[in-house]
Every structure is written in structure tokens, then in C-alpha cells.
């Protein structure tokens, strides 16, 4: 067998059901090329005994109950997805995808992978982890605050003056005070924070619309064309006319010059 996955599911997490699914993947672990768990399809794999020692990750919601349960394995709370040997594991649903797209791009090469990501309209290669969800919904689902509302307010207000200054009369409090506060409640500056959301917004008007670099800079509130792109490279490590020409929607109506190649056979497994 080529390559083993298995999918996940809730049942995968009663005893009874993961003994089962786990026997069957033991018997075949020697003669499958890689075995593959997404999301909790980990608790089924993690009770084979195989992961003795390896780098494991699933969903951040399961991660410390793998960590309890298996205290064998080295969980990784934060990774999209990992490879160990023959293993593979992979974060939620979406990173399944992701995970996909690496074992493809592992057989086939990152051109077809490429094109497949394309063709999906997601990233061949995410960057960051589980943590990188937006920083106004991280910090919302976790405190209330005068600064909960702000950080909605800023989101649509990128083209604006959002000096420190300007933001700690919106929060009602001293300059000072209110930089050593946001600090502490979401872990970076306000001029960080504030450059992330502006970015963010950037790549998103990059991947969907004609404008111009300079444009799209000047509208999510960056000073000039050549302030817009040495925050985009610092960051992104890549500059906007490249990432417009990978990410681009308009990507997704170029057709292949070439058949992509009929994929291995896949054994689903639970």
C-alpha cells in the first residue's frame, strides 16, 4: 500500500473504536509506504504504539488531550501539520489540505502542486501555525476590555491615522499607559499590531483586484509605495507584484500546458 489515511472523526476518540482502527493500521504499517492522520484521526494512529518518541500535532482543541492520553508522543500544539519517519499529522480539517498538498508536491513536484493549490484557491504553503488567526478574534475571545471595540474600529479604519497617539484618545487613556496595557493584552506594540492588520488587507485586495501596488499600499494606510513594500518583504518575505502573481485569483483561469498525472492509489482508513 502506498499511503494510509486516516480521516478523523469523533468515534476515533472512544477506546473501543480506536483499538479497532488501530489493529488495522498496525497490521499494515510495515508494507504501506506513509500513514497520515488528520485532525483526530491521530487518536486512532497514536494507539497503534508506533509514534513511540515522534513529533506529532492535531487540532490545538485535542492537543492537550493527546498529550494526557499518549504521553509517549511529542505533541506539537501549534504546527499545520508534521512528517516523522513514515507519519504524517496534520491540524484541523483545513490543514488537511495543506497536508495534501505536501504529499503531493512530495511525489509529484511543487508544480502540479502548485497548480492544484491554484485550482483550490488556497496557499501551497502556509506560513506561521494554529496560532496565526486574526489578532482582533484572538483577543476578543479571550478578554473584555475598553480595547475589545478598538480593535474592530481599527480593522476598518487601515487608510486612517492609527499613531499610537491617535489610538490611545480612542481608548481613552494616556499614550504611555496605553502602550504598556496593549502590550501586555495582545503580546506585540500597536504599531506591530496595527502593520499586520494593514498587510493583511493588503494580500487580500492583492489576490482579488487590478489596482496598483502603489494603490493598494496607499489604501490600507502606508505612506508611500516603497514604505508598502519593505513592510510586505520584511514580513512576507516575498515582495507584492510576486505574491499578486502566485496568489492571484486570476491564477485560477490559466489552464495547464500539461496533463497533471493520475495520483496514487490512497487507502482510507476509519
Known amino acids: 500500500m502506498d499511503t494510509l489515511v486516516l480521516p478523523g472523526g469523533s468515534g476515533l476518540k472512544k477506546p473501543h473504536i480506536g483499538k479497532t482502527i488501530a489493529a488495522f493500521v498496525r497490521a ?131 487608510s486612517e491615522n492609527l499613531s499610537v497617539e491617535s489610538l490611545a484618545a480612542k481608548a481613552c487613556l494616556c499614550p504611555r499607559h496605553f502602550s504598556r496595557r496593549f502590550k501586555a493584552e495582545f503580546g506585540c506594540s500597536p504599531a506591530d499590531f496595527v502593520e499586520r492588520l494593514r498587510l493583511d488587507e493588503a494580500r487580500r485586495r492583492l489576490s482579488t483586484g487590478d489596482n496598483s501596488i502603489e494603490n493598494v499600499g496607499l489604501s490600507v494606510g502606508f505612506k508611500s509605495a516603497d514604505a508598502f513594500r519593505r513592510a510586505f518583504e520584511r514580513r512576507l518575505e516575498i515582495n507584492p507584484s510576486d505574491y499578486r502573481r502566485r496568489f492571484s485569483t486570476s491564477a485560477r483561469r490559466e489552464t495547464s500546458s500539461y496533463p497533471l498525472p493520475k495520483l496514487s492509489k490512497v487507502r482510507m482508513a476509519a
Open 28 to 158: 499494515r504499517s510495515r508494507s504501506t509506504r506513509r500513514i497520515v492522520s488528520i485532525c483526530t484521526g491521530l487518536y486512532g494512529l497514536a494507539q497503534t504504539g508506533l509514534l513511540c518518541g515522534r513529533a506529532v500535532t492535531t487540532h490545538w482543541h485535542h492537543a492537550q488531550d493527546i498529550a494526557r492520553r499518549f504521553p509517549e508522543l511529542r505533541v506539537d500544539h501549534n504546527a499545520i501539520f508534521l512528517k516523522d519517519g513514515q507519519f504524517y499529522t496534520s491540524a484541523g480539517a483545513t490543514a488537511g489540505i495543506d497536508l495534501s498538498l505536501a504529499l503531493i508536491e512530495e511525489d509529484y513536484g511543487p508544480r502540479v502542486a502548485m497548480t492544484l493549490a491554484r485550482e483550490l484557491v488556497v496557499y501551497l504553503k502556509r506560513s506561521g501555525g494554529q496560532e496565526q488567526y486574526s489578532e482582533p478574534l484572538q483577543f476578543q475571545t479571550q478578554t473584555v476590555s475598553r480595547l475589545s471595540d478598538l480593535t474592530t474600529w481599527i480593522v476598518s479604519h487601515l
